[in-house]
C-alpha cells in the first residue's frame, strides 16, 4: 500500500501563485517504475489530467490547459513531488489531487494510477 498526502492549497489572486506537495509513503516495491501525477477537479466539471512525472527518469507532461504556467518537480531525499502554480486564472479552481502508480503507459489517464489522496482545493478569485 502507498499513502499520498497532500497539502499546500488555498485561496490566491488571479496572476498569483501556488505551490502544492504530495509525499507518498508506504511500500513502493520498484520506486523507480511509478509514475507520479496530479488531476483536478473543478466544480460542475469533470476531474482532468494537469501533470505528471515519471520517477526513473524524470519525464514530465502537462495538461493542455497549465502546460507552460506549471511546473511538476520532485524531491527524492523526502519522496515528495510538488506542483509549481503560476500565472493563476480563476478557471483553475478546482479540488487537486495525487496520485500515483507504476508502470503506466499513459500517464494522463486517471483509470491507469493506483493510489489517490485526499485532495486539496485551489481557490482562485477574479
Known amino acids: 500500500q502507498v499513502q499520498l498526502v497532500e497539502s499546500g492549497g488555498g485561496v490566491v489572486q488571479a496572476g498569483g501563485s501556488l505551490t502544492l506537495s504530495c509525499t507518498a509513503s508506504g511500500a513502493f516495491g520498484d520506486y523507480n517504475g511509478y509514475v507520479m501525477g496530479w488531476f483536478r477537479q473543478g466544480p460542475g466539471k469533470v476531474r482532468e489530467f494537469v501533470a505528471s512525472?515519471?520517477?526513473?527518469?524524470?519525464?514530465?507532461e502537462y495538461g493542455g490547459a497549465v502546460k507552460d504556467r506549471f511546473t511538476i518537480y520532485r524531491e527524492n531525499a523526502k519522496n515528495t513531488v510538488f506542483l509549481q502554480m503560476t500565472n493563476l486564472k480563476p478557471e483553475d479552481t478546482a479540488v487537486y489531487s495525487c496520485s500515483t502508480g507504476p508502470y503506466l503507459r499513459d500517464s494522463t489517464d486517471e483509470r491507469e494510477y493506483s493510489y489517490w489522496g485526499q485532495g486539496t482545493q485551489v481557490t482562485v478569485s477574479s
Open positions: 512525472i515519471r520517477l526513473n527518469y524524470d519525464r514530465t
